[in-house]
C-alpha cells in the first residue's frame, strides 16, 4: 500500500507543479484545457480502461436546452453520444452520464455557487449524477469551506466534525464533492513537501445520509477523485 500511497502523492505534487508551469500558456480556454488535460491524464493512468470514458462538454437538458460545458465528464459504457470537435467534446444524454466535473484553478464562493445553481439543473434531469469542483488553490478559508459544507471546527483539539444532534446548514445542496490540492504555504519546512499544503481537502457528500459531508478516506486528497471514479464505472 506503501507504492500506492507514494505515487499518488507524486502524481498530486506533478498535477500542482504543472498548474504553475501551464501559467505560461496566455490564452485562458486553452491554459483551461491543458490543466483538465493534466486531471484525465492522471486518472488515465491510475485507473485501467477509463480512457474511453473520459470526455468534456455538454449534458443534454432537453428542450433545445444543454448545461454549460464542463470540463470532464464521465460517461457510461455505450453512451449515446454526439461528438462536436476535436479533444473529446461531446454532448451526452443525463442517462448516460455518471459524473460533471467543474475545475478551478482558485476556488471561490462565486464559483461554487454557480456550480451549485448548475449541478441543480443536471440534477433535474438526471438525480444520479455526480457533481464535484476540483481546484488547484482556494481563495476562501480551509476553515469556511468545511463550515459551508455542514463541519464545525473544535478550536482544542483543532479538529473539524459534522455534530449529528446539531447539525450546521449546508450552502450546497447540488455538489456533491469538493477536492482542493492546494500549494505549499511559503512557511512550510522543504521537508514537508511530499504532504503538500495544510489546507488540501475532499469533502464527498454522504449517499446515506441526507445532504451531509464526509472526510475523504486516502491522503492525498487526489487519491480519493481515483477511488470515486473507479466506484462509478465499477457500479455500471
Known amino acids: 500500500m506503501e507504492s500506492f500511497e507514494q505515487y499518488h502523492h507524486y502524481s498530486q505534487n506533478l498535477l500542482i507543479a504543472q498548474h504553475e508551469v501551464s501559467e505560461i500558456i496566455k490564452h ?4 483551461g484545457e491543458v490543466r483538465e488535460d493534466f486531471i484525465i491524464q492522471y486518472l488515465i493512468k491510475s485507473i485501467q480502461g477509463c480512457a474511453e470514458f473520459l470526455k468534456r462538454g455538454f449534458v443534454n437538458l432537453g428542450e433545445d436546452e444543454q448545461s454549460g460545458q464542463a470540463d470532464i465528464l464521465l460517461v457510461k459504457q455505450f453512451a449515446e453520444l454526439i461528438d462536436i470537435g476535436n479533444r473529446d467534446n461531446v454532448i451526452v444524454n443525463p442517462e448516460d452520464c455518471l459524473m460533471v466535473v467543474e475545475v478551478k484553478s482558485t476556488l471561490t464562493g462565486t464559483y461554487l455557487n454557480d456550480f451549485n445553481n448548475e449541478a441543480k439543473k443536471i440534477k433535474e434531469a438526471n438525480p444520479n449524477v455526480v457533481c464535484g469542483m476540483f481546484a488547484y488553490k482556494a481563495d476562501l478559508e480551509k476553515k469556511t469551506i468545511m463550515k459551508r459544507c455542514g463541519h464545525d ?10 455534530s449529528g444532534k446539531v447539525p450546521l446548514p449546508t ?3 447540488y455538489i456533491d464533492f469538493i477536492l482542493l490540492l492546494d500549494k505549499v504555504d511559503e512557511n512550510e519546512l522543504e521537508e514537508d ?9 475532499f469533502l464527498r457528500k454522504s449517499v446515506e445520509i441526507e445532504a451531509r459531508y464526509f472526510k475523504g478516506t486516502y491522503d492525498p486528497v487526489i487519491r480519493n477523485l481515483v477511488g470515486l471514479v473507479r466506484s462509478l464505472l465499477i457500479r455500471v
Open 153 to 162: 471546527f473544535d478550536s482544542e483539539t483543532k479538529t473539524y466534525f459534522d
Open 28 to 31: 485562458s480556454l486553452t491554459r
Open 171 to 173: 450552502f450546497y445542496p
Open 193 to 201: 513537501l511530499e504532504i503538500q499544503g495544510r489546507n488540501q481537502l
